[in-house]
C-alpha cells in the first residue's frame, strides 16, 4: 500500500515525489516515459541556477534526484484506474490512499514530411524554451491563435524576420494580440496556407508551402496546440474545463478525494505550462497529498 502514487513522470511529478520523499510518503511514480515534453528541448536557459542545460539533461537531473531520495519509478502506461474502498486501485496492482495525475500534454503535431526528423534541429515547439537560440535568424511560427501570435511576438526580439503561416483567412487570436502581430514590421502574416514540408540538411533550411512555394528559414515553432492526457482524469471522475484540462484550486486538489492534479495538465499557474510552474504544482501537489493524510 502506498501513500501516493504519481502517474506521470515530467517535471510535475517528478518534483511532486522530491516533496513525497521530504515528507516521508511511501510514494511510487509510474510512467511510460521520464522526463516529459521538455525533453525535446535543444536548450533550456529559463530555470534558475543554470545558465544552459538540455531539456533532457535538465531531467536527468530531476530523475537522479527522485533516486537519490529512494522514491521508485515504475516505467510502465496506466492502463486502469479504479476505487478500491477508501483507496484506488491502478492497473490491478498498485494500490495507494491518494493519486498526483501528472500526465501533461501533447503538443499536437503538424503530421508533415521532416517533421520528426528536424526537431531540436529547427523545429520547435515552445518559442519561450528557444527563442534565444534563433539570434539574427530567419524563422516561421506556425498557427493562428493567441499562443502562435505571442510566440510570433517573442521572436521578433532575437530573429531577423518571422513569418506566421495560418490556414485561416485572419488570424484567430485575441484583436489586441492580432493588431500587435500585424503592426510588428518584422512579421509577415501568410494567409490561408499550410506547411506540406520541411526540408533541410543537419538543419532546418526551408519549407514547402501548399499552394507550391517555399520559404528559406532557420526554424519552425509550431503552435497548434496542445491535447491534455486526461483519459485517466475522466475515468476518475475529476472535472475538466472546457478545453480539456482539469479543474484543481490553489492546492492543486480536483473534485474527487485523494485525487490531485499538477502540472501542465491543469488550470493552474495562468496555463504558462513551462517547467518551473509544473514543478511548482507537483511540490504543492505532494503537500496537499501529506495534509490530506495526516488528517
Not at 502540472?263 to 495562468?270: E, F, L, R, Y
Request: glycine share 10%; net charge positive; charged share 25%.
Amino acid at each position: 500500500m502506498y501513500d501516493v502514487i504519481i502517474i506521470g513522470g515530467g517535471p510535475a511529478g517528478l518534483a511532486a515525489a522530491v516533496y513525497a520523499a521530504r515528507y516521508k510518503l511511501n510514494a511510487l511514480i509510474i510512467s511510460k516515459e521520464v522526463g516529459g515534453a521538455i525533453t525535446g528541448a535543444h536548450k533550456v536557459e529559463n530555470w534558475p541556477g543554470t545558465k544552459s542545460i538540455s531539456g533532457m539533461e535538465l531531467m536527468e537531473n530531476f530523475k537522479q534526484h527522485v533516486n537519490n531520495l529512494g522514491v521508485e519509478i515504475k516505467q510502465e502506461e496506466v492502463k486502469e484506474i479504479k476505487r478500491s474502498g477508501n483507496n484506488f486501485r491502478i492497473n490491478n496492482e498498485y494500490e495507494t490512499k491518494t493519486v498526483i495525475l501528472a500526465l501533461g500534454t501533447q503538443v499536437r503535431k503538424l503530421n508533415v514530411k521532416g517533421e520528426n526528423e528536424f526537431l531540436g534541429k529547427g523545429i520547435s515547439y515552445c518559442a519561450t524554451c528557444d527563442a534565444a537560440f534563433f539570434r539574427k535568424k530567419k524563422v516561421a511560427v506556425v498557427g493562428g491563435g493567441n499562443s502562435a501570435a505571442m510566440a510570433a511576438i517573442l521572436l521578433t526580439e532575437f530573429a531577423e524576420k518571422v513569418s506566421v503561416i495560418y490556414r485561416g483567412e485572419k488570424l484567430r487570436a485575441d484583436p489586441a494580440v492580432a493588431e500587435k502581430v500585424y503592426s510588428n514590421p518584422k512579421i509577415e502574416v501568410l494567409h490561408k496556407a499550410n506547411i506540406v514540408e520541411i526540408k533541410g540538411e543537419k538543419f532546418v533550411n526551408s519549407v514547402v508551402l501548399d499552394n507550391g512555394s517555399s520559404l528559406e528559414l532557420n526554424g519552425v515553432f509550431i503552435e497548434v496546440g496542445s491535447v491534455p492526457s486526461t483519459a485517466l482524469a475522466k475515468i476518475l471522475g475529476v472535472n475538466l474545463d472546457e478545453q480539456g484540462y482539469i479543474q484543481v484550486d490553489k492546492a492543486q486538489k480536483t473534485n474527487v478525494e485523494g485525487v490531485f492534479a499538477a502540472g501542465d495538465i491543469t488550470t493552474n499557474s495562468n496555463n504558462l505550462r513551462q517547467v518551473i510552474t509544473a514543478a511548482a504544482e507537483g511540490a504543492i501537489a505532494a503537500e496537499s497529498a501529506y495534509k490530506f493524510l495526516k488528517h
